[in-house]
């Protein structure tokens, strides 16, 4: 096949004019194209004018020929997808089918490609079924009933369930996992859309019936899915993985466990550490949510309002503060909802989700800052664990103060720069799931943290006009964006503990469920480098 990249079209088109202008590129009739497929699309609205960029493949009779003849152009090549292959079962034999501790997008991932290719694993998930999940994060956000083990963060498809479901990663695909990932989505369930688009994404309501549909393949492949199930201990014997701990009672047998907990699992990270497996603290990043009218970043973006073509805009801003710190904005939700995303009694933490459609009034976007281990101000690995629920207990303390205990603790961004706490809403209107108080935000977070958020911020407005409006309004805090804890592993992927293989964002190996989930697909391939199983095995 031919590849060919920029070409360029009427945003307001569909893809019917697209072989058209491929053979025009190759300079010959439509006719003379044998197959078309679209490789990438991307949206390109910079200077004032907005375009579709399309990357196509085509199959022509005289592929050598054209290629020959095109050699110097660089936008016309010879079509070089990387296929994707797991390899073979190893030599030492699993007597027990492996262990996979959370199904997030590691874990399913992981279990996923296990079953595919015969190993039968075992997920345990602390949290319910999505259906159920989804029935409890909904009484939290209706009415403050926290369930610790089932929440925005814990249960089937981990954080990323009630997420916006951005799918974009930055992790290179030199082994052909990233576009597994999306093929193994658009199975499940997505459209195939997130094939092509250059920054596809999914949305809460798709992501539900995704997770489902995958759990179910595990299943019809003789994989087995436990829910409400903690891992609360593990037990080892001649320095190597015996069993685990359900529920702190039940125990089943691990030849070989993976550990796709997450990064909001703290207390599997205490009892990890109080098992001596290696781990260390990392630098992540904490700040606030933001919010604005989404039609005023449609405005900035596009030059004009949404129409059947353009869908919601989205931005990614960052800026170098004069105390060297960076600020950065991180998940951000076009036409989403700011969610109360806590997952331990008295503390708060927000993020951001969207549904498929991206409706809502509101863009909103995490504005954070990164702290290092420095930072701290606690010793060993689990100090960031610490500095970042000590923040979270802050913003639990501000808004019951502020007469809404469990509520999030909501200011104007002027108020936020003039110290003062927020009385009143300007036009900014929240757009949450679960309610939220007026306050002051200052009192949640480090000095160094507020200074850098307004220096941030101002800085933003300077490329979106408004962005640093006075009644922009801010939310806290936002301390889950990545693990503040590593769980060291070498490079067969094993712990400091033969037999556990740490894995995806909370062990501190990927960042967003597409990395996550990749990170899941590479686990599966050490275990199966290894591992081969007895045929017959129950
Ligand atoms: P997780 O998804 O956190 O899964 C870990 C699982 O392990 C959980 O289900 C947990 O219940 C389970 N678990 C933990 N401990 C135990 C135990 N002891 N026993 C049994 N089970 C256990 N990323 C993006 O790329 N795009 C987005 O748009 C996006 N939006 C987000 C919105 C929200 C509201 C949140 C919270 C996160 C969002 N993220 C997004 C981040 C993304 O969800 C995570 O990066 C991703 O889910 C990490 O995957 P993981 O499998 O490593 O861990």
């Given at each position: 096949?031919?590849?060919i ?5 009427d ?6 004019g ?7 590129k ?7 194209i044998l197959?078309?497929k679209?490789?990438r ?12 960029v ?6 022509v009779?005289?592929?050598p020929?054209?290629?020959k003849?095109?050699?110097?152009n660089?936008t016309i090549s ?17 007597f027990?089918?492996?262990v996979?501790v ?16 015969g ?20 009484a ?7 369930d610790?083990q ?22 290179k ?5 990233n ?17 092509y688009l ?6 809460t309501?798709v992501?539900?019936?995704i997770?489902?549909h ?23 014997e001649?320095s190597?993985?015996k069993?685990?701990?359900i529920?702190?009672s ?6 070989c ?17 109080d ?16 919010e604005?009218?989404?039609s ?30 960076s ?21 708060t ?10 409706g ?10 990164t702290?290092?281990?420095e930072d701290?101000?606690g ?17 639990y303390?501000?808004?019951k103060?502020?007469?809404?205990e ?10 936020f720069?003039?110290?003062i706490p ?14 939220c ?22 800085a ?17 805090v936002e ?5 503040p ?10 712990s400091s503990?033969?037999?556990i293989?740490?894995?995806?964002e909370?062990?501190?190996?990927a960042?967003g469920?597409t990395?996550?989930a ?13 591992y ?5 095995s129950?």
């Amino acid at each position: 096949m031919i590849r060919i990249s920029q070409i360029k079209t009427d945003y307001r088109s569909d893809t019917s004019g697209l072989l058209k202008a491929a053979a025009k590129k190759l300079r010959i009739s439509p006719g003379q194209i044998l197959s078309m497929k679209i490789v990438r699309k991307s949206l390109d609205a910079r200077k004032g004018q907005i375009h579709n960029v399309y990357t196509v493949d085509v199959a022509v009779d005289k592929e050598p020929l054209l290629l020959k003849k095109f050699s110097q152009n660089g936008t016309i090549s010879k079509a070089a997808d990387v296929v994707y292959r797991f390899p073979k079962w190893g030599k030492e034999t699993l007597f027990h089918p492996p262990v996979i501790v959370g199904s997030g997008p590691a874990g399913l991932f992981c279990g996923l490609m296990l079953a595919r290719h015969g190993y039968r694993p075992v997920i345990l998930e602390r949290g319910s079924d999505v259906h159920t999940r989804s029935r409890k994060v909904n009484a939290f956000w209706e009415k403050g009933i926290l369930d610790p083990q089932c929440n925005v963060q814990f249960g089937e498809g981990g954080a990323g369930t009630f997420s916006d479901g951005k799918l974009n990663t930055l992790v290179k695909d030199k082994y052909g996992r990233n576009r597994l990932v999306l093929e193994i989505f658009h199975e499940a369930g997505a459209p195939e859309e997130i094939l092509y688009l250059n920054k596809p994404h999914l949305g809460t309501d798709v992501l539900i019936n995704i997770v489902e549909h995958m759990r179910n393949e595990i299943i019809s492949l003789g994989g087995k899915v436990y829910f409400d199930s903690q891992v609360t201990d593990i037990y080892i014997e001649d320095s190597h993985i015996k069993a685990v701990e359900i529920n702190g009672s039940r125990q089943i047998p691990a030849q070989c466990l993976v550990l796709a907990i997450g990064h909001s699992a703290r207390d599997t990270f205490s009892m990890l550490l109080d098992k001596q497996i290696n781990m260390s603290a990392k630098a992540f990043a904490v700040g606030l949510r933001i919010e604005h009218p989404q039609s005023m970043i449609d405005q900035a973006q596009y030059g004009r309002g949404q129409d059947q073509w353009l869908k919601a805009a989205d931005y990614k801003l960052t800026h170098t503060c004069v105390n060297g710190r960076s600020v950065y904005t991180f998940c951000m939700c076009p036409g989403g909802y700011v969610v109360n995303a806590s997952s331990e009694p008295q503390s708060t933490a927000v993020n951001g989700m969207s549904y498929s459609g991206r409706g809502s009034a509101n863009a909103n976007s995490a504005v954070i800052v990164t702290v290092t281990p420095e930072d701290f101000k606690g010793e060993g690995p689990l100090s960031g664990v610490e500095f970042a629920r000590k923040l979270e207990q802050a913003a639990y303390a501000q808004a019951k103060k502020a007469g809404g205990e469990g509520l999030v603790p909501v200011q104007q961004f002027g108020d936020f720069c003039d110290g003062i706490p927020s009385t009143e809403y300007g036009q900014v209107r929240p757009v949450h799931k679960g309610g939220c108080v007026l306050t002051d935000l200052s009192r949640c977070l480090p000095d160094f943290i507020c200074e850098s958020l307004k220096e941030g911020i101002h800085a933003f407005g300077e490329k979106i006009p408004g962005f640093d409006r006075q009644d922009a309004l801010l939310s806290g805090v936002e301390s889950r964006t990545s693990s503040p804890v590593r769980i060291e592993r070498d490079e067969s992927f094993e712990s400091s503990l033969p037999g556990i293989y740490p894995c995806g964002e909370g062990a501190g190996y990927a960042g967003g469920i597409t990395s996550a989930a990749m990170d899941g697909i590479k686990v599966a391939e050490a275990i199966a480098r290894r591992y081969q199983i007895p045929e017959k095995s129950p």
